[in-house]
């Protein structure tokens, strides 16, 4: 089994971007919107904020206690996006149950929406008119590419359809016309989609969900599922379990999360350059 090292292309990524953020005439930050202190979330934050600062890109955390209404946190959000120095703007999810997620998002510019979660912004990925993709399916997509991997004539599996991984996923695999089935907790025979599957991709966040009697010989497997399970963060995928069976796996950590964050600063840059 091969491990996909998203570390190493992230790496790869953030050092051509080192020198696109040189060559920018604009000083470029990214304003990252947080509503209250879960220590997880802070350290989704801080990974953000050492790979900006890493290759010349400021950030800025505007904190919001949970005590915060869907009706303030859409006003200050307004005030954020129209500051002219920040350049990209993000909502870290998720947001405590009583705001209204897809509200607050849906105020973001798509000119300044580098994680494409806004409806506007899902709008024109959908109709194959984004010029960028969501973070997780452009880091899928980078895995794929650089490891040679062919999607496009391969049966795939997506399990889960949530607003980070599964929905942004299935939008970039419909624009690439790939063969692909959603799995969820109301599909039918999920275990028979898995089987038949060349490529499964997961994000559910249930640990050690993904074992080796569910696959086939020879599968690719992207894990961009994390949770906490005694004290680490793990993925969706038993990596001991698929080993024997899979032909490559990627890690968590050290797989699609650093991937994803080098995607977004990307996506950063690139709204950036087209004003």
């Known amino acids: 089994m091969i491990l996909l090292?998203?570390?190493?292309l992230a790496d790869k990524i953030l050092a051509e971007l080192k020198q696109r953020v040189f060559e920018s005439p604009k000083k470029l930050r990214l304003a990252?919107?947080?509503v209250g202190d879960d220590p997880v979330v802070r350290q989704f934050i801080e990974r953000k904020q050492k790979a900006?600062?890493?290759i010349g890109v400021?950030?800025?955390?505007?904190?919001?206690?949970?005590?915060?209404?869907t009706s303030e946190l859409r006003a200050r959000l307004a005030e954020i996006v129209?500051?002219?120095k920040n350049?990209?703007?993000?909502?870290q999810l998720p947001l405590p149950e009583k705001i209204n997620s897809q509200y607050i998002l849906n105020g973001i510019l798509p000119s300044k929406d580098v994680d494409l979660l806004s409806a506007r912004s899902l709008g024109l990925l959908a109709a194959g008119r984004s010029h960028i993709l969501p973070p997780v399916a452009?880091?899928?997509?980078?895995l794929l590419e650089e490891y040679q991997i062919d999607y496009h004539a391969k049966k795939i599996a997506v399990v889960g359809a949530g607003q980070l991984v599964g929905k942004p996923i299935v939008l970039w695999l419909l624009n690439e016309k790939a063969t692909f089935s959603v799995i969820r907790s109301s599909t039918l025979n999920p275990g028979e989609i898995l089987r038949n599957s060349d490529i499964i991709i997961t994000g559910i966040g249930k640990p050690n969900f993904l074992t080796g009697d569910m696959i086939k010989e020879g599968v690719v497997i992207i894990d961009a599922g994390t949770s906490e399970s005694a004290g680490k963060i793990v993925g969706d995928v038993d990596?001991?379990?698929?080993?024997?069976?899979a032909a490559y796996l990627t890690p968590v950590p050290g797989g699609v999360g650093p991937l994803t964050v080098a995607i977004l600063l990307k996506n950063l840059v690139s709204r950036a350059r087209r004003g």
């Not at 090292?5 to 190493?8: F, I, L, S, V």
């Not at 400021?58 to 915060?68: G, N």
């Not at 452009?138 to 980078?142: D, L, N, R």
């Not at 990596?239 to 069976?245: E, M």
């Open 138 to 142: 452009g880091a899928v997509k980078a």
């Open 87 to 91: 350049t990209g703007v993000i909502v």
């Open 52 to 54: 900006a600062q890493n």
């Open 82 to 84: 129209h500051e002219e």
């Open 32 to 34: 990252v919107i947080v």
């Open 239 to 245: 990596p001991d379990s698929v080993a024997a069976k």
């Open 58 to 69: 400021d950030t800025r955390v505007y904190p919001f206690p949970d005590s915060m209404s």
């Open 5 to 8: 090292d998203g570390k190493k």
